[in-house]
């Protein structure tokens, strides 16, 4: 499959469990990324990556843990999740480039996460 | 602080009306401002960047520093328009995008 893939696509999950969410990219990109898209806000992005490095946390609470073993792969580890936490989550990635201009980013089709 | 805002939350025209749909941004540097539309049942995607200076599907949109606004435009809209709208803001040299609420485009025929 080409582009960004997510999976699962959708997940319910409660309160007490740990569950993660995968990201794959197979565009040859260097940096990935985590948002969050809920209906109250607007798309809000959690975590950066540029080369395996986490270079972004906007403040996100720490039951959400990102994890990116290369570049062409991004986890979100969830644990102990709330309820105010079931939003779209979506995944993108582009061409970390070096001083210039930001690049385009290609988001996958993303995961509805519902905390019950 | 970085800021992006789209007033309307939603933006209903007829087929063949002119569309605009607006953008303002807070940056204190040189910004970086994208369009980005999902259509229905589809992923996001980017429709135009400032510094392409290009028409897409029609659309054009021109910065505009002292207005700090970067209105999305359309002389004639068509029914496959319609979709949900984000502007975006990134500063230059920087991998991350800050997004507006959006405006969702309904063009009816």
Same mark, same amino acid.
């Given at each position: 499959?080409?582009?960004?893939?997510?999976? =699962?696509?959708?997940?319910?999950?409660?309160?007490?469990?740990?569950?993660?969410?995968?990201?794959?990219?197979?565009?040859?990109?260097?940096?990935?990324?985590?948002?969050?898209q809920?209906?109250?806000?607007?798309?809000?992005?959690?975590?950066?990556?540029?080369?395996?490095?986490?270079?972004?946390?906007?403040?996100?609470?720490?039951?959400?843990? #990102?994890? $990116?073993?290369?570049?062409?792969? &991004?986890?979100?580890?969830?644990?102990?999740?709330?309820?105010?936490?079931?939003?779209?989550?979506? $995944?993108?990635?582009?061409? !970390? %480039?070096?001083?210039?201009?930001?690049?385009?980013?290609?988001?996958? #089709?993303?995961?509805? %996460?519902?905390? %019950? | 602080?970085?800021?992006?805002?789209? =007033?309307?939350?939603?933006?209903?025209?007829?087929?063949?009306? =002119?569309?605009?749909?607006? $953008?303002?941004?807070?940056?204190s540097g040189?910004?970086?401002?994208?369009?980005?539309?999902?259509?229905?049942?589809?992923? &996001?995607?980017l429709?135009?960047?400032?510094?392409?200076?290009?028409?897409?599907?029609?659309?054009?949109?021109?910065?505009?520093?002292?207005?700090?606004?970067?209105?999305?435009?359309?002389?004639? !809209?068509?029914?496959?328009?319609?979709?949900?709208?984000? $502007?975006?803001?990134?500063?230059?040299?920087?991998?991350?995008?800050?997004?507006?609420?959006?405006?969702?485009?309904?063009?009816? #025929?």
């Amino acid at each position: 499959e080409t582009g960004v893939t997510q999976t =699962p696509r959708h997940l319910v999950m409660g309160m007490t469990n740990k569950k993660s969410l995968k990201c794959e990219q197979h565009l040859g990109h260097n940096a990935m990324y985590w948002y969050k898209q809920s209906a109250k806000k607007p798309l809000e992005l959690m975590f950066v990556y540029n080369f395996k490095e986490q270079t972004e946390n906007n403040s996100v609470p720490s039951r959400f843990s #990102p994890e $990116c073993p290369n570049s062409s792969h &991004l986890f979100l580890h969830l644990h102990t999740l709330q309820p105010e936490d079931s939003a779209l989550y979506l $995944c993108a990635s582009s061409q !970390a %480039l070096a001083g210039g201009s930001t690049d385009t980013q290609y988001f996958g #089709p993303g995961t509805r %996460l519902t905390v %019950l | 602080a970085q800021r992006v805002t789209q =007033p309307e939350k939603l933006l209903s025209v007829f087929k063949g009306a =002119p569309v605009e749909l607006k $953008c303002n941004y807070s940056y204190s540097g040189s910004p970086e401002l994208f369009w980005y539309v999902q259509y229905s049942r589809q992923r &996001l995607q980017l429709l135009l960047r400032h510094i392409s200076r290009e028409s897409i599907k029609g659309f054009t949109a021109d910065l505009n520093k002292g207005e700090t606004s970067f209105h999305l435009k359309k002389p004639f !809209a068509q029914e496959e328009d319609s979709a949900m709208y984000y $502007c975006a803001l990134s500063g230059h040299g920087y991998n991350k995008l800050i997004f507006g609420a959006g405006t969702r485009l309904a063009v009816h #025929p």
